[in-house]
């Protein structure tokens, strides 16, 4: 069974910096494609980066890009989130997701496997 575990969450001021983590378990994730998304209060999820865990394809949703760092490591079946510069904005539910397409989609029902999610909160 395909678990996913996220960590890292937290409260911190903008400018600041947090990495979150994606423990996964229960299967092997060479072939699958790795997501992180996020929802705030009120709002709809919304995708934020993803990995194509085998080729290492990523890609980022535009209003973090040069911010986030989306990266995995491979001896600890982990996916991280780097985050720098948070803004009051980014402040969410940060949810891990596992899709066995392999394939990058921004679509949350591409993804089969979620996290419990992790809160992360900006503050001004």
């Known amino acids: 069974q395909v678990q996913l575990v996220e960590s890292g969450g937290g409260s911190v001021q903008a400018g600041d910096s947090l990495t979150l983590s994606c423990a996964a378990s229960?299967?092997?994730?060479?072939?699958?494609?790795m997501g992180w998304f996020r929802q705030a209060p009120g709002k709809e999820r919304e995708f934020v980066a993803a990995?194509?865990?085998?080729?290492?394809?990523?890609y980022y949703r535009d209003s973090v890009k040069g911010r986030f760092t989306i990266s995995r490591d491979n001896a600890k079946n982990t996916v991280y989130l780097q985050m720098s510069s948070l803004k009051p904005e980014d402040t969410a539910v940060y949810y891990c997701?596992?899709?066995?397409?392999?394939?990058?989609?921004?679509?949350?029902?591409?993804?089969?496997?979620w996290g419990q999610g992790t809160q992360v909160t900006v503050s001004s």
């Open positions: 229960g299967s092997t994730f060479s072939s699958y494609a």
């Open positions: 997701a596992a899709a066995r397409s392999g394939i990058i989609s921004t679509s949350t029902g591409v993804y089969q496997h």
């Open positions: 990995m194509e865990w085998s080729s290492g394809r990523i």
